[in-house]
């Protein structure tokens, strides 16, 4: 499974966009990019995957580059609630053996300011 | 929703005692993953499986061990607890589509 580099923190004011950014070098072609986010002391949350296209949901947009190396997830209108860590993974489509499993990094820790 | 529930949000064994920690989820999904999540170094997959009484190494597993004897329950088992096992545990389960995980609240082990 590719790799993914987080920037470890980032600071948001709220009602501000949130944009949170994920290198994915070593992407292959059978990857997708997914987001998830994890709020203290709870399980994490999917949010969003996408392939090569952008992608937008109730919940945020990814845009993923052309060459499909990085990506960034969009909080449209960041609330406080919107504080948590929040991973990029790469994933293999899951029709594979492999289940569609992957691996987490540490993350970006995003804090919405009032 | 679908529902991934870990049986014990919190737990304390003692170093040597046989730990079973139970996953089970109620949308049918064929794949379920075991992770242990410590400060610093992010979510680590410890084993996962595909099919009923299928599994797999993930990264980290040595010291569990693995049981899946029916398709919603995923069992993980800390055969001699060590306290280098001290972690937070989070199951996960996902269908055979590219809908993603869905994870259960955690289970924070503690083994002194």
């Known amino acids: 499974d590719a790799k993914t580099t987080q920037p470890p923190s980032m600071d948001c004011a709220e009602g501000r966009a949130a944009n949170l950014p994920c290198n994915h070098s070593?992407?292959?072609?059978?990857?997708?990019v997914y987001w998830y986010r994890q709020i203290h002391s709870q399980g994490p949350q999917y949010i969003i995957h996408g392939l090569k296209n952008n992608e937008t949901n109730e919940m945020a947009s990814l845009i993923i580059t052309e060459d499909r190396k990085s990506s960034t997830l969009i909080l449209p209108h960041a609330t406080l609630r919107d504080t948590a860590v929040y991973y990029c993974?790469?994933?293999?489509?899951?029709?594979?053996?492999?289940?569609?499993?992957?691996?987490f990094g540490d993350g970006t820790t995003l804090t919405v300011k009032p | 929703d679908v529902k991934v529930t870990q049986s014990s949000r919190y737990l304390v064994k003692r170093t040597g005692e046989k730990v079973f920690l139970e996953c089970v989820q109620d949308m049918d999904h064929e794949n379920m993953f075991w992770y242990r999540q410590d400060p610093g170094l992010g979510l680590r997959l410890i084993y996962f499986s595909y099919d009923v009484k299928m599994k797999e190494k993930g990264d980290i597993p040595e010291g569990y061990s693995v049981s899946r004897e029916k398709k919603e329950r995923f069992s993980l088992i800390l055969e001699s607890a060590s306290t280098n096992q001290t972690s937070m545990y989070l199951c996960?389960?996902?269908?055979?589509?590219?809908?993603?995980?869905?994870f259960g609240s955690g289970t924070r082990l503690t083994v002194v």
């Open positions: 070593t992407i292959s072609g059978n990857e997708y």
């Open positions: 996960a389960s996902s269908s055979d589509s590219l809908y993603g995980y869905t």
């Open positions: 993974i790469v994933r293999v489509d899951p029709y594979n053996t492999n289940a569609g499993k992957s691996t």
